[in-house]
């Protein structure tokens, strides 16, 4: 009964993610050593599609076993250095051979998972990040089983890269999001040089992955109190240096190295320039005339 109750929530799960998500925000590959019997052993790849910043599914294959596995991943909080995620999963177990009958078959049989881990971002380059996770059999700990291969808990330990194959985010598959981008950069940046020209619009892409500012391209920059500049965009006409560097921004190129914030000092009022000085902001470049922090 148990084992029908898990595979109907795992599938409602399934449907939900189909529906909530026309596609996909990101693909995230890695590569898991797990502890199993106090084993340490390299022999996962996992495949995760992000459908959305907190949903992912998962796929996993083992090349030692041949074990095929699926899961629905849940992030409680995806825009964070570090974030908590979990899982609802099945997994294909093989049965190890007989060693009194060789020549029996073997069998798999899928077992299901709950799943606990701790995602790091590393900062050393954008989308590296390590996953640290315990996977157990949800109600395996107190029945005897006949596989000698599985086991009701195991630890893992995986490096990941998460990347899109053309746009990053839930707008820049859009059109009109690379023209916004790039109108803004026509206004804000049009004599700057061409890094610090994508740069300004890398700032706007980093402020739609923080938890301080909106999730969105056009939400960011239509915010209240932040770009003075946006009434005008709609009579603006971007320049093709302005649009080449914001479809690069979008692309994943960040010479503003996670920036928030620019300002150009020589333009600024002396009021803002005293606000920023004592804030204790954390420079990240300087390109140009602008400064970047955040």
Known sequence: MLKRIFSASLVFLLAIFSVHSASFAAIQIGIETTM????????????????????ALRGNYSWKTDDLGIAALYKLNPKGRASLYLGLGAEEVSAKADSQNPSASQSASPEPRLIAGMEWNLSSKPGL??????????????????????????LALSLNYKFSPSYIGKENHKRDTLELLAKLITIEAPDEPFEGQVAVAAVVLNRT?????????????????????????TQTKPTDSAVKAAGIAIRGNDPSHGALYFYNPATSSARARRYIQRSHFQVTARIGNHVFFK
């Open 36 to 55: 199993e019997n106090k084993l340490l052993q390299l022999d996962t790849t996992n495949l995760n599609w992000w459908l959305s910043d907190h949903w």
């Open 129 to 154: 990040s390590l996953m640290v996770e315990a996977e157990a059999n949800p109600y395996g700990f107190n029945h005897s089983s006949g596989n000698d291969n599985g086991s009701d808990t195991r």
């Open 209 to 233: 992955r923080s938890h301080d500012f909106p999730d969105s391209v056009s939400k960011v920059i239509y915010q209240p109190g932040q770009f003075a500049t946006a009434q005008r965009l």
